[in-house]
């Protein structure tokens, strides 16, 4: 992963039978502490993306010793979601949000 504007972070997501599905983010802007953009696509296993791919706009925000998160996806059309979300990324997302809770309560003691 190279975090800076122009860099980028390929990874695979692998199935519990072995099947790899690539992925490639690119980072659009990086403001420290308070937010970052990026594109996100599929790609091939050399991690040329598969275009269209999904701008992600997190933000950051601290009040009370409490960080508040807010992610934003922004697709091309609706079709793009639907497709998405028939690939299983609702269920993914929303697992991967819940290993963070766990972690983040591990941390914590």
Do not use: C
Not at 47 to 72: A, C, R
């Amino acid at each position: 992963m190279d975090f800076k504007v122009g860099g980028k972070r390929f990874y695979a997501m692998v199935s519990p039978e072995g099947e790899a599905h690539w992925s490639v983010q690119e980072y659009t802007s990086i403001s420290p502490k308070t937010n970052f953009k990026y594109l996100n696509a599929f790609a091939d296993k050399d991690g040329n993306p598969n275009l269209p791919g999904s701008n992600w706009d997190l933000n950051f925000s601290e009040e009370n010793g409490i960080t508040d998160v807010k992610i934003s996806i922004y697709n091309e059309s609706l079709e793009r979601m639907e497709q998405m979300i028939e690939m299983g990324f609702q269920g993914g997302f929303t697992m991967t949000l819940n290993e963070l809770d766990n972690l983040l309560a591990t941390l914590k003691k």
